[in-house]
C-alpha cells in the first residue's frame, strides 16, 4: 500500500480568504494589490519592503515561499559589464540568495568578480567562482539557452595575453527555504606530505557541518569544483564512502557510501575563487598562512531549525461532546494562547495560499500500549483532527489529545496533492517492474517466471475531499494503479478517513522527520492495496 498524505503548511493556518486590509505603507491596501505589486519588485527592494511591515513581511512570505533559481549569462567584452549585466539580471525579481555560483570564461578576473558579486549578494551568501573550457547559460539580451565552448588555458588562466581565452560569465543564485549552504575547502598545506590526512579531513569538515546544520552526517547534495593542479579523485571517492556511527559527533570514514539521495556533482580540473559563511569554521588561525586550497565543495544540508511550520504544544485539554477544546503554547515561548490567538497566529502563514482549504491539526501522540499478556510499548502515532474554529478555546473534531502533546497545522493543497499521486505512481512502477499481471494470460503477451510476483488486482482509498472538484480533472487517483498495471482488475471507495499502514518504502511521508511517527488514519490521502501471489514452479506438488 502506498499513501498520498495531506501536505503540511510551511507555515499553517485557517481561513484568512483574499482580500485583507494592511495598515502599513500607503494606507489601506487590498493584499492583492499589494501582492501584485511587490512581485515586480527587484530582490534589493524586495528584501527592504518586506521589513516595512509584518503584514507586508507576510505578504513577502507568500510571494517567495518555494524555492527558486536564478540564472543569467553575459557574452559583454567587457568584464565589468558583463559582471553588473548578470547581477542585474538576476536580482531584477525578488530572491533571496542562500548561495551563488558563477561561471566564468578566461577573460574575467575571479578576484575582482567575487569582490562585486558578493558585495550585491551580502555576506551571508556562499560563493564559488570557476573557470574552465566554456560556459552555458541563459543569454540576458536573448533569453536563449547558449553553450560557449572554448579550450581555456588553465595554465595561463592569468595570462592577459592568452589567445585562446573565452568571453563571458554565468551567474546561479539559488533560494532553498530549508536547507543551508556553504563553502567547504580541501586544503594543502606546505608542511603536510601526507595527502590523505588532508583529504579525511575535507570529507571531516563536510559531515560536521552537515551535523551542525541538520543533526544528520550526510548532506543533502554538494558541487565540488577542483583545481586543474590537483588531484582531487581520491577526495570525491572517499566523499562517496562517508558514513556515522556511535554518537552525532563520533564519525567514521566507512567502507560502505552515502546514501543515493545525496546527490554529488561538480567539476574535477579547473580554477575557482570562493567565500565561505564561516571560514574560520574550517581553516584555523594557525594554518592561516600556511595553506592553499586544492579544492572547494559547496554543501547542502537541511537546517533542522526550519520545521515545515509553527508547532504547538497543548496546555489545557477538554473534551466537549464530540470535539476537544484546548489552548496551547507556541514551542520555545512560555504565553499561554487562547483559539483566537492560535488561529491568528496560523491565519498569518496560510492566508491566501488556497483558496478555502480544510485544514487539520497533526497531533504527535506518545502513548504506552499493550495487548495482552505482551510487554507494553512506548510508541509515536500522529493523529489529524478537523479545526472547527475557536475563540476561548481551539476547537477541533475527536479526542484523544492530552496536555503536553505537540502538534502542527495541515491543509488540503490539490498541487501537493497531485505531486504526490505522481511519487506513487513511480512507486507503484517499482512493483510493476519485478512482477507480471493476471491481465498478461488475456493477452497472451507474457508467460510468467516461476517466482514471480503475479499482480491480480487492486483497491484503493480516497478521501471524499478529493476527486475531480479537488484535482479539476478526472480519474488522478486511480491513474497511478490503472497507469502501472493495464487491465488489472481495481476497486475503490471514496471515504470520510483513510486508513493506511505499509512498507516505509512505499509510503509517501511529507517529511523525513514524520518517519520517525506511525501514521494509520490519514486526512485528504489516497491509499493503494496492491494484491499480489508467487505461482509455484512448473512440476512442483501442491497440497491443501
Same mark, same amino acid.
Given at each position: ?30 493584499e ?19 521589513? =516595512?511591515?509584518r ?10 515561499? *518555494? ?17 553588473? $549585466? ?43 567562482i ?5 560556459? +552555458?547559460?541563459? !543569454? ?17 588562466? /592569468?595570462?592577459?595575453?592568452?589567445d /585562446?581565452?573565452?568571453?563571458?560569465? =554565468? ?12 563553502v ?37 547534495? =554538494?558541487?565540488?569544483?577542483? !583545481? ?38 561538480? %567539476? ?8 565561505? =559563511? %564561516? ?6 588561525a ?27 504544544? @497543548?496546555?489545557?485539554?477538554?473534551? !466537549?461532546d ?12 512560555? $504565553? ?12 498569518? $502563514?496560510?492566508?491566501? *495560499? ?13 502513548? +504506552?500500549?499493550?495487548?495482552? @499478556?505482551?510487554k507494553a ?63 498478461? %494470460? ?12 503475479r ?10 475531499? *478529493? ?31 483513510? +486508513?493506511? *499502514?505499509?512498507?516505509?518504502?512505499? /509510503? ?21 492495496l ?15
Amino acid at each position: 500500500m502506498a499513501g498520498s498524505p495531506a501536505t503540511k503548511l510551511g507555515g499553517g493556518g485557517v481561513g484568512g480568504g483574499r482580500g485583507g486590509r494592511s495598515s502599513s505603507g500607503f494606507g489601506s491596501v487590498d493584499e492583492d494589490v499589494l501582492e501584485s505589486i511587490l512581485r515586480r519588485l527587484p530582490a534589493t527592494t524586495f528584501a527592504s519592503a518586506a521589513c =516595512v511591515s509584518r503584514s507586508w513581511h507576510r505578504v513577502c512570505g507568500r510571494i517567495l515561499s *518555494r524555492p527558486k533559481l536564478a540564472t543569467a549569462l553575459s557574452l559583454d567584452p567587457c568584464a565589468q559589464s558583463a559582471l553588473q $549585466e548578470v547581477v542585474d539580471k538576476v536580482l531584477a525579481e525578488p530572491i533571496c540568495p542562500h548561495f551563488a555560483i558563477v561561471n566564468v570564461g578566461n577573460n574575467v578576473d575571479t578576484t575582482e568578480a567575487l569582490q562585486y558579486i558578493g558585495s550585491k549578494l551580502g555576506a551571508g551568501t556562499p560563493i564559488v567562482i570557476s573557470a574552465d573550457s566554456g560556459i +552555458i547559460g541563459v !543569454d540576458v539580451l536573448t533569453n536563449q539557452v547558449k553553450e560557449v565552448e572554448g579550450g581555456i588555458d588553465i595554465g595561463s588562466y /592569468n595570462n592577459e595575453d592568452s589567445d /585562446n581565452a573565452e568571453q563571458g560569465i =554565468v551567474l546561479t543564485v539559488g533560494f532553498v527555504p530549508g536547507l543551508k549552504v556553504d563553502v567547504v575547502p580541501l586544503l594543502h598545506l606546505a608542511e603536510v606530505n601526507d595527502d590523505r590526512l588532508l583529504v579525511d579531513k575535507f570529507v571531516t569538515d563536510i559531515m560536521e557541518y552537515s551535523v551542525a546544520v541538520s543533526g544528520c552526517s550526510t548532506p543533502v547534495g =554538494v558541487i565540488m569544483f577542483g !583545481d586543474g593542479t590537483a588531484e582531487i579523485k581520491s577526495a570525491a571517492e572517499k566523499l562517496v564512502g562517508i558514513g556515522s556511527c556511535g554518537l552525532m559527533n563520533q564519525h567514521v570514514i566507512a567502507d560502505y557510501a552515502m546514501p543515493l539521495e545525496t546527490a554529488i556533482v561538480g %567539476d574535477e580540473k579547473g580554477n575557482f575563487e570562493y567565500r565561505s =559563511v %564561516d571560514k574560520s569554521r574550517y581553516i584555523s588561525a594557525i594554518v592561516l598562512q600556511n595553506y592553499t586550497t586544492s579544492a572547494v565543495a559547496l554543501v547542502f544540508a537541511k537546517d533542522r531549525h526550519k520545521r515545515p511550520g509553527p508547532r504547538h504544544r @497543548a496546555a489545557s485539554v477538554q473534551v !466537549d461532546d464530540c470535539c476537544t477544546l484546548l489552548t496551547a503554547r507556541r514551542e520555545g515561548q512560555e $504565553e499561554i494562547l487562547d483559539g483566537e490567538g492560535i488561529l491568528n497566529d496560523i491565519r498569518d $502563514e496560510l492566508e491566501n *495560499r488556497v483558496e478555502y482549504p480544510d485544514v487539520y491539526i497533526g497531533v504527535t501522540k506518545r502513548r +504506552i500500549y499493550e495487548v495482552g @499478556a505482551e510487554k507494553a510499548k512506548l510508541m509515536s502515532f500522529l493523529s489529524f483532527h478537523g479545526v472547527m474554529g475557536g475563540v476561548e478555546y481551539l476547537r477541533v473534531e475527536g479526542s484523544g489529545i492530552e496536555s503536553g502533546d505537540s502538534f502542527q497545522f495541515y491543509y488540503s493543497d490539490p498541487a501537493a496533492a497531485l505531486d504526490s499521486c505522481q511519487k506513487v505512481s513511480a512507486r507503484l512502477r517499482s512493483l510493476n517492474l519485478g512482477s507480471d499481471s493476471d491481465c498478461s %494470460d488475456k493477452m497472451g503477451s507474457i508467460v510468467a517466471s516461476a517466482g514471480k510476483p503475479r499482480v491480480f488486482g487492486g483497491f484503493i482509498f480516497s478521501s471524499f475531499g *478529493r476527486g475531480e472538484s479537488f484535482f479539476n480533472d478526472f480519474n488522478v487517483d486511480s491513474s497511478p494503479f490503472v497507469e502501472n498495471f493495464p487491465g488489472v482488475p481495481v476497486a475503490g471507495i471514496f471515504c470520510g478517513g483513510e +486508513i493506511g *499502514r505499509c512498507s516505509p518504502s512505499l /509510503n509517501v511521508q511529507d517529511s523525513e522527520e514524520e518517519t520517525s511517527v506511525h501514521r494509520v488514519c490519514h486526512v485528504y490521502s489516497t491509499v493503494y492495496l496492491v494484491m499480489s501471489y508467487t505461482p509455484a514452479p512448473p512440476g512442483t506438488a501442491v497440497t491443501s
